[in-house]
């Protein structure tokens, strides 16, 4: 029974990538993104390059060391939602974000003005 | 074994849609877009933490890089190991397997050992969960969250290597323990990939 149940287990094996391709395209971008840390750059345009950076870093490790380039379009949907969520609640918190900054200037402003008087 | 029991042992359970190969791989799946809600949670909340605040310490200087650059360094080289064992368990070479399945465990204890190095350092010089030196508390608290969060993965998943070490050792055929060290692969790669998000936003941004 169980020898029939790990013949039922052994299955259909994935392609294998390159995986020695993917592990030194990791690892020159992990060294790319240390050296644009350190780049004159605005902080927003070095956010961005980092934060692009690292989604392609998370993009490879799904694609070829999870397997899922060779997985069925549902299965990477579902891998892919909980990414939405985290994007839309970004866009949920950014109102209170903006509120919190805003109240913290009105009352920075209202202290200024205070001691301006005195 | 009764007939009817003979008969139920024959039919095949029914397949899973997504994942042909095993109901138990789907499982996982679902497991991880879970966990990862989770750690977008986290990170998403950090982000708004930092955007409110107007003393938040600068990670990268306070933090340190040249530590957790080598740490993410060696989980992308635990993922590699990770991907052989499954390669060599697919050509039917059950010690080059287990050999690379211990290697990447040895590459998760290595990881938590430098994690916990580099705590112990930080809590010395005044990072704490309540406050710290440089600027707002919630720095120190949002750190040691969501790092600790990703420690405790990368320790369960070295407990987890282990374990199917023991499953690839015990059972004779290499083709029966693939789906389980495949699935082993997926909780793996995924906190590899986590800790490329955490590194970025915790450290470098």
Known sequence: MAATTHAHAATAEHKHPNYMAIFWTLAVLTIVELIVVFLPFAKFTNGVMLCALALAKAILVAMYFMHLRFEL???????????????LLVFVLLPDAFAV?????????????????? | MSQVAAMHSAVEP???????????????????????????????????????SADWPNPYAVLGINLTAAMTFLLICSSVTMVKALEWLGQGDKSKAKMFLFFTALGGA???SCQAYEWTHLIERGLHIN??????????????????????????????????IGVVSRRPEPAASYNVVEITGLYWHFVDLVWIMVFTFMYLL
């Not at chain 1, 379009?73 to 994007?87: E, K, N, S, Y």
């Not at chain 2, 707002?136 to 320790?155: D, E, M, P």
């Open chain 1, 73 to 87: 379009r549902t299965l990477a949907m579902i891998a892919v939602t909980p990414l939405v969520i985290a994007t």
């Open chain 1, 101 to 118: 900054a805003h109240k913290s200037e009105v009352k920075k402003g209202a202290e200024s003005a205070a001691s301006e008087k005195h």
């Open chain 2, 14 to 52: 029914a397949e899973s849609p997504v994942t042909p190969e095993s109901w138990g791989k789907f499982g996982m799946w679902i497991f991880l877009a879970g966990d990862a809600v989770g750690f977008g949670t986290l990170l998403a909340g950090y982000g708004a933490m930092r955007a409110t």
């Open chain 2, 110 to 112: 290595i990881f938590v």
């Open chain 2, 131 to 164: 406050g710290n030196p440089w600027g707002a508390s919630l720095f120190g608290t949002s750190f040691f969250i969501v790092t600790g969060f990703h420690g405790l993965h990368v320790t369960a998943g070295v407990i987890y290597l282990l374990s199917v």
